[in-house]
């Protein structure tokens, strides 16, 4: 009896899974045969163990959103290969995911390390902020292929399509926050919640401004989520994410403007970004990463893990800023 979940080591994931306990003590055939018996036995034993912690993956995947500041989990419960139970942790204040699976049977042999690369990404948010303190923070926006954000006042200020923006919207089901800078609020009057989905969480909604000067009938302050709107006034950005995280929020959405975006990427306060191309040319001054800039090439922040995706004629660009290590 065996129960798979989507929890890891966060420091270090370590895979024990080994081959099954009835081949130990055994004696080995000679030669290639053994070899080949065995390997064929632990690939058999690995494509196992994968089947079922993809079903932990699944179940865990019902959480997104939900469980903050705890991470998304996961589990089966398996009997002579099959698959007898199942659970996920639905909330902070709820039972662990295992419980549901062990409750009715008592405790079984865990096994860790499988898949935990995908378990890992699953939580990445929660996994950063349980070991430095930090959000995790997404930097999110759709531009033109110059690397605008927005077309002139006069016009609708939408440079991608419905559905790319839809696709954009999802995000801010799977964050605790999303944090805009107060030229976005004037200009746009944004309402930063989650619409359209049935059983999507509320985020809370973050402004920087420098001056106070914000319009008091904008939606951030006079909607029913007023009160899970927060300003902070002149604060560097590093400061408000510490303090976001001393909040318990452990995934922040920066969605603009422009300037905001320029801060985060000169802090090297990235972890990943979200980014939506639309087919146009609009130059102009409003720049989707202005900052500082990092003056030569060889400062650039280098980009692992990318990945594109097509919606209609827009692209999806996925992408987590490699690690800088002092040398």
């Not at 036995?41 to 903050?68: H, W």
């Not at 662990?96 to 935990?116: P, Q």
């Not at 999507?200 to 899970?228: C, E, H, I, K, M």
Request: hydrophobic share 40%.
């Amino acid at each position: 009896m065996l129960i798979w979940r989507t929890v890891f080591r966060i420091l270090a994931p370590k895979c024990v899974t080994g081959l099954p306990s009835q081949w130990a003590g055994r004696k080995a055939l000679p030669g290639l045969r053994t070899a080949t018996i065995h390997f064929g036995v632990a690939m058999a034993a690995q494509r196992r163990d994968e089947r079922f912690m993809r079903a932990a993956l699944k179940e865990a995947q019902k959480g997104i959103g939900q469980t903050s500041p705890n991470p998304a989990v996961g589990a089966v419960l398996v009997v002579a290969d099959r698959i007898v139970a199942k659970g996920h942790h639905r909330g902070a204040g709820h039972e662990h995911a295992e419980v549901e699976c062990l409750s009715a049977f008592g405790a079984v042999h865990v096994r860790d390390g499988i898949l935990a690369e995908e378990c890992t990404h699953l939580n990445e948010g929660f996994n950063k902020w349980i070991i430095t303190g930090r959000p995790f923070v997404i930097a999110k926006c759709g531009m033109s292929l110059d690397g605008r954000l927005t077309r002139p006042p006069s016009e609708p200020r939408w440079i991608t399509s419905s559905t790319a923006r839809r696709h954009a919207h999802e995000l801010r089901t799977r964050v605790d926050a999303v944090l805009i800078g107060a030229e976005t609020l004037r200009v746009d009057n944004p309402r930063l919640t989650v619409r359209g989905m049935r059983h999507g969480r509320q985020p809370w909604r973050v402004v920087l401004t420098r001056s106070g000067n914000l319009p008091p009938r904008a939606y951030l302050f006079s909607d029913r989520q007023a009160a899970r709107t927060l300003v902070y006034k002149r604060k560097r950005l590093a400061a408000v994410l510490e303090d976001l995280g001393k909040k318990n929020l452990t995934s922040v959405l920066i969605e603009g403007g422009g300037e905001v975006l320029g801060q985060a990427l000169d802090g090297r306060l990235i972890d990943k970004i979200q980014l939506y191309l639309g087919p146009m040319l609009t130059g102009g001054p409003v720049i989707a990463f202005a900052g500082r800039g990092t003056g030569i090439t060889a400062n650039a922040i280098r980009l692992d893990r990318v990945s594109y995706r097509r919606i209609g004629q827009n692209i999806c660009i996925t992408a987590y800023p490699c690690p800088v290590f002092a040398e």
